[in-house]
């Protein structure tokens, strides 16, 4: 559908927070607790920080969440009952202040769970998601987006975009059906559109590499050395997994009482010596830099080829929260630097 | 500063060492560490109260033990570390260098493990105050305010492990956290699972803590868990009056036992 643009009070933010609750809605916005902010459920608008670049931990969680059952299991003397996960009891959710780069994580997320395989939960919770994202007028030294192609003022992903206007005025922009519903419902909170220039109100986010000299050419350096150079100091953690929005991978444990069980997924992380480890004893990926080099791979080689779209959105998280420094900007460029030698 | 560099060139040019493990200027003023290998890279070396992080942690990183023979530029939760592992039998003697720097700027070569011991002896091995500050009121909380307080902590953690992968002395290949056959713990990262990971890793570091706050400045949830293993280092000192990292063959105080020990229950 066309974009079509309208204008949202700060003012009625309140009231559409409100009625997004009352309408059976789980609102899901930045919340700053114990110094850091993450998403969480408000029901209220105010209870939202205005305060942040981007949250610590993405917002995957609300369709993908970090454990989920997804099947249940009863056992009785001679029989055993398995029971799908409910689908119709996943709750219509909103995120409320995701950040264009959030948004365009949710594209590669669904490119990973409508692969080969469709996984229905996370298409039935993502169906149920309405996402109303707020543009940047702000970033940091570890955002990046502006050079994989991810814009601070970009649509791609939201079912509604806000861009500030000033400081009372949002711009609206009513990207897809999902977002036309909500206008739709709560038409009085929306009025007519200003005439503004959108790219003078979002950040100005430099580009701090030529992706073009990444993309094709890494596989060839399978073997270099790099990998191990730039992971000598990584400490092999599963942060940068698990506050990555594209990142989706999961492990997954039955666990059961004797009488009923579920099955259940949690996240997981390439950069865990388990994660490759083979029951044989083997491990494919048995040091720190083969699980690092699996983690640029996997964003700048197999997503790409597998689905056309990368990896990789620069919201700069995995670097903010790495404890050792590992700033994947800065290994990004450094890379391009080798490639072209 | 310079000291250190003019040190760490010796080592590396007369292949003493093969790499010297230290601190370096990261992104956006932070401090990282840095692997210098070729003795031109010492002007990259920094030491200052900054460099906090404890780089003995690396000791036993398979692809830098492979390296060949190390140097590490300690501070002191490094050096303690040092010892630490030294009564666990995972490092030797011969098998690395220590340097460090004392408060006033005087550059030191550790010559062995009796070296690194004398000195620590004669370093402030407290608690930060900070963290003392909130035991104290942890104890004074009723056990209904303590549980609170870490309910609303716990269940924020994601279970990504890096207080674990950060800490120096959670260095088994094989984490309790990762049997599955049978699964001792939970491993979703619930408050459940939470509480299972958290209390069984603080009851694995008892004694052998040794209050660096690695964890903690890892946790990318800014969950104090720090807290949990510097309680247990209170009341190991209180208890056995041992200090982790105080010298190089101190028994385990989970592991060991006594003919004269009060609890009788291994009789
Ligand atoms: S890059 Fe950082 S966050 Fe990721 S595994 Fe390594 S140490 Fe952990
Ligand atoms: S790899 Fe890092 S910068 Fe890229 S999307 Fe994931 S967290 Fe963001
Ligand atoms: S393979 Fe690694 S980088 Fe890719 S989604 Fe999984 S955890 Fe993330
Ligand atoms: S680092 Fe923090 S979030 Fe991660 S497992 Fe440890 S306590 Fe939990």
Redesign the pocket.
Known sequence: MNIENKLLKLSSLEGLVLKLNQDGKQVFAPVKKDNIVNFAPVSAFHEMTQDYIVTAR?AKFVVFPRVETILEMQFSKDNITLKDKDLSSIPDAVLLGTRP?DAA?FKVLTSIFEGDYIDNIYVTRLKKTTIISISCNNYDAKC?CTS?NVHPGGTAGSDILLTRIDNDNFLAEIVTEKGKEIVNKFDTLFDIAPDVNKDSLVANVPVEFDLSAILGKIYPRFESDIWVEQSLRCIGCGT?AY?????GCFDIQDVSDGHNGQRKRSWDSCGFDLFTLHSSGHNPRNTQSKRWRQRILH?FVYVPEQDNILG????????RACSVDMN?KEHLINLIGELTK | MDSIRKRARELLEKNTVKVVIGYGVGSDNTVRAIFVRRPEGVEELIFDETCVQNLAVYLLKNEIKQIGKLCIIANISALRTILQLASEHQIHEEELLCLSVTPNGELLEFTGFKDIENYISSCNRDLPDKESEMIKKLEKMSVDERWQFWMNHLSRCIKCYACRSACPMCYCTRCQVEYNQPQWITVEATLMGNFEWQITRTMHLAGRCVNCGECARACPEDIPINLLNYKTVLTVKEKYNISAGTNANIDSVMSSFESDDKENFIR
Do not use: Q
Not at chain 1, 243 to 247: F, N, S, W
Not at chain 1, 312 to 319: E, M
């Open positions: 993405s780069c994580g990046f994989v940068c506050v990555c929005p594209t990142c964003k990789c959105v620069g919201c700069g998280r995995c670097s994947l």
